[in-house]
């Protein structure tokens, strides 16, 4: 869940899809977001790391999806480059939706792409997400302390629901017959961004 969203990936969304998202968020939340990123991001990497450390204690068997890493030690994760790169990239992905709150539907294509690439990924499951989730608010919520009202949790959730339903998108768009309708749009979005 830490892919680059800066690599050039299209996937065309109907605006009636975007609406099924619940891809608006209000003034209240986006302010509420806004006012929470900073002092969730002031240590962008720990924070990612710590974000990755929950879900591996919450199911261990993710830990193999990361075996490319090398990751011997998940106490030790600060320490591992590699990994230290995908919280990281992590991070930034909750970054560009925070700035791109006022407009959801700029970054959607972007997630569902990501979700997309989770399903290309070996014993990747998409319940995986229910847990990116979970952990994602449990560590929010350790990190803002007692700024962590219940308004600013439910606010956090419908974000976080929204990657999670944009990715769980992209995961069923590629483990389905949609893989062939998926491929083309991209390709033909890509190549339209070209001229």
Same mark, same amino acid.
């Not at 690599?7 to 975007?18: D, G, L, N, R, Y």
């Not at 609406?19 to 900073?38: H, L, N, V, Y």
């Not at 499951?125 to 962590?148: A, I, T």
């Given at each position: ?31 509420? =977001?806004?006012?929470?990123? #900073?002092?969730?991001? %002031?240590? @962008?990497?720990?924070?990612? !790391? $710590? &974000? ?68 290309? =990924?070996?014993?990747?499951? #998409?319940?995986?997400? %229910?847990? @990116?989730?979970?952990?994602? !608010? $449990? &560590? ?56």
């Amino acid at each position: 869940m830490g892919c680059d969203l800066t690599k050039q990936t299209s996937v065309v969304i109907s605006p009636e899809e975007a609406k099924e998202d619940g891809a608006e968020f209000s003034e209240t939340q986006i302010d509420t =977001i806004r006012s929470t990123w #900073p002092l969730l991001s %002031r240590d @962008y990497i720990r924070v990612g !790391l $710590e &974000v990755f450390m929950r879900i591996f204690n919450e199911i261990p068997s993710v830990r193999v999806l990361f075996d490319s890493f090398g990751i011997t030690d998940i106490d030790n994760l600060e320490g591992h480059p590699l990994f230290r790169e995908h919280a990281q990239k992590f991070m930034r992905v909750l970054e560009i939706l925070v700035e791109n709150l006022e407009r959801p539907e700029a970054i959607q294509p972007h997630l569902v792409a990501l979700g997309a690439r989770h399903a290309a =990924i070996d014993g990747y499951h #998409p319940e995986y997400f %229910r847990f @990116y989730s979970k952990c994602l !608010l $449990e &560590v929010w919520e350790k990190e803002l302390g007692e700024e962590f009202i219940s308004e600013v949790r439910d606010t956090w959730k419908e974000v976080i629901d929204f990657i999670v339903r944009c990715m769980a998108h992209g995961y069923h768009i590629c483990t389905t017959d949609q893989l062939d309708n998926f491929v083309s749009e991209t390709q033909h979005n890509s190549m339209n961004a070209k001229t």
